[in-house]
């Protein structure tokens, strides 16, 4: 590419965003004004509102595709580029640079948005008027981050000075990881698309939305939404621990709250929608919660970049915590008038008629969310209160998260057991036992065997919730089962198909329902996962050639230790062999980089599954190479051995697997074939 | 002398507590116990985020040397309180990972329950406001059903299509 089209990039850049500014103010502004004014001259106004949303759509995609490009061209007159990249970066991560840094990540934001409203303007005659009013609340959210965008992080501002350097600083080591290119746009995904059914929801309290469609037009906005979150977080997790090398997937950071705290109040959103659905209860609560969780997520972005927490994922501190701040108030009053204007609209259609019903179990259910999400906000911002208040920062880590949200999780995990076994509206007690006897059953079976099998509870509380977790967690698998097995043998009975032919049907008939339950078993084989921490082991060493380090049933021994050099980095790494007894079962590769643009060293663990070995079935061999000493110049090598992790991901692609199967619509009944008697209908001439 | 159900579920659950409770606190800690437990509870001071013992910064200026003052805490004796006193002295209170359960640092522990509590209340609260609520008006010269044979049709409805 020619110097000049180099140079260019820049100024496409800056263009195209100006442009995308101008329209979404467009969009907004005219947008709004054609909804006051109302009538049909202002349907031809909203619609140039409706197609300005979609050019600037284009205009923002423009502005993404000249700071990729950028990344690609190594422009490193753009210190934004300068900052994230290097030119022995490889191609996917070039492409990462996207969402490396501040303002190319608030670009990518902005870009996911656009996206959003562009599908959202395109889908506008399901409901003209209630898109119209979503359009705007998605311009308007999209205006704040194009002033973001132009005004306090320019993602193509150019270096002072105007000498443009021969090579980039790199990215952050850390980021240079495959998950890593996929983790952030899940995440952003989550976070961004908590926009469109916010954006709906307030249209339908502005505008007195009669009914519940706007519920109905949300919920795969919603399901997808809170898909793509959840695959974030736990891609998250799952790069922590496959590259931070401290043997763990969750610190508390303030960071991974800030994404816990928006699904959490999601869930809440997902489970409470449904009284709204089918019993027109919950409507205030309902347009809370999704208030809420778009709340939480642009909390969690102002958390992230305002500097006022300290973590390890934050973003440089800047000045951008006080746009993020005046935003946060702007829209909680905007929403809050409107509804003192209209909560009267908000009112319930029916009332609850037993504490034994689904619908109780949605508000403990909902109850026990919010709080959950109370407390992880709390403890994030607690320093903050504390340096107030006292003077002083307190650190608020694992040990307060374990000992406030485990039992909190607890009990919730308990209500999903439960939860499924009760009946809309009223639940008789003899029903509720003859449904919950066999799953408790099992449940204290799988108690009572862990029990045996050395579990002991009174030794540490963390056992303690161990068991309790693993018991809970088999409830709600048990209750999973009963429930598909149930309805299987109803169908079963009015069809005369095999039982699993009619689960399988039952499955396809209410995709909703038990789409959702595969997601609580999904939840059930994380909690599995999760409950292993407290029998982890750890074990450190110099280790020379020959060696030999003992942990948990393996011994490790050194082979030997190897070097490598490319572009981008330079490795050096141990090459292990394992033994258990005699057996030599692997040989692993913990590796140690020290990248040459930003003189960074990064730790990348290796990780070796075992399954059914033994009471655990599964647990992760994690060695990390963590350099030398500095005074001996022996190699170290740190051994964890954790239980239970690798079912972590495999809940979550079972989670995943059960949100895709509430996305597909339910198919037809099959008639029963029970023969039914048909009485002979005298003949009807013609003209009768 | 028979216990009435309800009784019977009360012993149950009161029996159920006091073996929650020994559990909880009969557990007797020996000195790696207590080591790792105390370094689960700090910070290391280098600014990596990380607990104490999770710290995996070779060369780190202050994870071993902590580590080997815990160790030594330790076998000198000194109870929990006194090791997380002595270290918060030196490296100041953001070396403890957990807010103090005495003076402010109280208020942290207090608050997610004492909003669990409110909220249960609000939502006893709720249920009951609702529940109080009259019934739907039903149209002229329909009689409705209620007690044994509401709970019938009820049942028979939710048999037929409960799937």
């Known amino acids: ?688 | 002398m028979t216990l009435t159900m309800k009784s019977f579920l009360r012993r149950a659950g009161q029996f159920s507590l006091i073996v929650v409770a020994l559990f909880t606190l009969l557990g007797v800690g020996d000195e790696d116990a207590r080591f790792q437990y105390l370094g689960h509870h700090m910070m290391c001071v280098c600014s990596c985020g990380q607990v104490l013992l999770e710290c995996n910064h070779v060369g780190c200026q202050y994870s071993d040397r902590m580590r080997m003052e815990l160790a030594a805490a330790i076998d000198r004796g000194d109870n929990d309180d006194l090791t997380l006193q002595s270290f918060v002295q030196k490296y100041g209170p953001t070396v403890v990972a957990a807010p103090s359960t005495s003076g402010f640092g109280r208020v942290a522990w207090i608050m997610p329950f004492a909003a669990l509590l409110a909220g249960m209340a609000g939502l006893v609260w709720i249920v009951r406001a609702w529940r109080m609520r009259p019934p739907p008006a039903i149209a002229d010269g329909i009689q409705p059903l209620r007690g044994p044979e509401l709970e019938r049709y009820r049942e028979q409805a939710d048999k037929e299509t409960h799937l």
């Open chain 1, 1 to 688: 590419m020619s110097q000049l089209s180099i140079n260019a990039l820049p100024q496409i850049g800056s263009f195209a965003l100006l442009l995308a500014l101008a329209l979404a103010g467009y969009s907004f502004l005219v947008g709004l004004f054609a909804l006051i004014l109302g009538g049909r001259e202002s349907d031809y106004l909203g619609e140039t509102a409706r197609r300005a949303g979609i050019a600037a759509f284009g205009a923002i995609v423009l502005a993404s595709v000249a700071l990729v490009t950028a990344a690609f061209t190594n422009d490193f007159s753009i210190a934004y580029i300068f900052h994230h990249s290097n030119r022995d970066l490889p191609g996917p991560y070039k492409f990462a640079v996207l969402w490396s840094g501040q303002e190319g990540s608030l670009l990518f934001w902005s870009l996911l948005l656009a996206t959003y409203g562009f599908v959202l303007r395109l889908r506008y005659k399901t409901d003209a008027r209630l898109f119209s009013h979503a359009s705007v609340v998605i311009a308007a959210v999209q205006v704040f981050f194009l002033l973001l965008l132009n005004f306090a992080a320019h993602p193509f501002a150019v270096l002072a000075g105007g000498n443009i350097p021969a090579d980039g600083s790199g990215l952050n080591p850390l980021l240079q990881y495959p998950e890593m290119v996929i983790h952030p746009p899940m995440l952003y995904l989550g976070y961004v698309g908590f926009t469109v059914p916010f954006a709906f929801a307030f249209g339908a309290l502005v505008m007195k939305y009669p009914g519940e469609k706007w519920i109905h037009i949300t919920r795969r906005w919603t399901m997808v939404t809170w898909g793509f979150l959840t695959i974030g977080i736990f891609l998250g997790a799952h790069w922590a621990y496959s590259v931070l090398g401290w043997g763990g997937y969750w610190g508390w950071d303030p960071v991974e709250n800030a994404s816990l705290m928006p699904w959490l109040m999601g869930t809440a959103f997902l489970h409470s929608v449904m009284m709204q659905e089918k019993r027109g209860m919950l409507k205030t609560w309902n347009m809370w919660l999704v208030f809420g969780t778009f709340f939480l997520s642009i909390l969690g972005t102002f958390l992230t970049r305002s500097g006022i927490i300290s973590s390890v994922h934050a973003f440089a501190q800047s000045s951008i915590g006080t746009w993020f701040l005046v935003f946060l108030l702007m829209i909680f009053i905007t929403f809050g008038v409107f509804y003192i204007l209209n909560f009267r609209y908000l009112r319930s259609e029916h009332k609850l008629e037993s504490m034994l019903s689904r619908e109780s179990s949605f508000l403990f259910n909902n109850l026990l969310f919010v709080i959950a999400c109370f407390t992880v906000l709390w403890g994030t911002f607690f320093p903050v209160i504390s340096e107030w208040v006292q003077g002083n920062k307190v650190t608020v880590g694992a040990p307060f998260y374990n000992n406030v949200a485990v039992p909190i999780a607890l009990i919730l995990l308990l209500l999903t057991a439960i939860g499924p076994l009760l009946a809309w509206r009223r639940t008789s007690f003899e029903s509720l036992k003859r449904n919950f006897m066999w799953p408790a059953a099992g449940a204290l079976s799988i108690g009572a065997l862990m029990m045996i099998l050395g579990v002991r509870p009174w030794k540490d509380i963390a056992y303690f919730y161990s068991l309790m977790a693993a018991m809970l967690a088999a409830l709600v698998t048990f209750t999973v089962v009963s429930e598909f097995v149930r309805g299987g043998q109803v169908i079963q009975r009015h069809t005369g198909f095999s039982l699993p032919g009619s689960m399988l049907h039952l499955y396809h008939r209410n995709t909703r329902r038990y789409g959702g339950y595969i997601v609580h078993f999904g939840v059930a084989v994380v909690i599995i996962g999760i409950l292993g921490t407290p029998f982890n082991r750890e074990a450190e060493k110099e280790m020379g050639f020959g060696d030999k380090m003992n942990i948990g049933p393996y011994t490790l021994v050194c082979q030997s230790y190897t070097q490598d050099d490319n572009p981008n980095y330079g490795n050096e790494w141990a090459i292990i062999n394992v033994f258990k007894g005699n057996e030599q079962i692997t040989t692993m590769y913990p590796e140690r980089r020290e990248y040459k643009a930003s003189s960074q060293p990064q730790t990348l663990p290796r990780i070796h599954e075992t399954w059914g070995e033994d009471l655990f079935l599964v647990r992760d061999l994690y060695l990390v190479y963590e350099g030398r000493n500095q005074d001996t110049g022996r190699p170290i090598i740190k051994a964890h051995l954790n239980p239970m992790v690798p079912w972590i991901w495999i809940g979550l692609v079972i989670m995943i697997f059960g949100t895709i199967t509430c996305l597909v619509p339910n198919a037809e009944p099959i008639r029963a074939t029970v023969p039914v008697r048909v009485e002979t209908v005298p003949a009807v001439g013609a003209g009768d």
